[in-house]
C-alpha cells in the first residue's frame, strides 16, 4: 500500500516491507517495474521513522543513496 500524506519531495524515500527503499527520484526514473506497489513513502527528513524501519544507518547526511535487501 503506497502511502503519502504531503507533497512529495525527490529524495523522499520508497520503502518496501522487506527493507528496499529507492528514492521517489529513483523511482520515477524507471527501473523498478519489477517491484509491487505496496511501499510506503517516508520523507526524506524523517530520521524517527528511517530508525524504525531500521534504514537510518544506511542514509547518509549527504545525500548519498543505497539500498538494501534485509535477509
Do not use: K, Y
Amino acid at each position: 500500500m503506497t502511502t503519502q500524506s504531503q507533497a512529495s519531495h525527490p529524495d523522499d524515500l520508497a520503502v518496501w516491507p522487506d527493507g528496499f527503499w529507492v528514492t521517489l527520484q529513483e523511482l520515477r526514473s524507471g527501473g523498478f517495474n519489477h517491484r509491487s506497489d505496496d511501499f510506503e513513502v517516508v520523507p526524506h527528513d524523517d530520521r524517527a521513522r528511517m530508525q524504525e524501519l531500521g534504514i537510518a544507518d544506511e542514509i547518509t547526511d549527504c545525500g548519498a543513496r543505497s539500498r538494501r535487501i534485509r535477509v
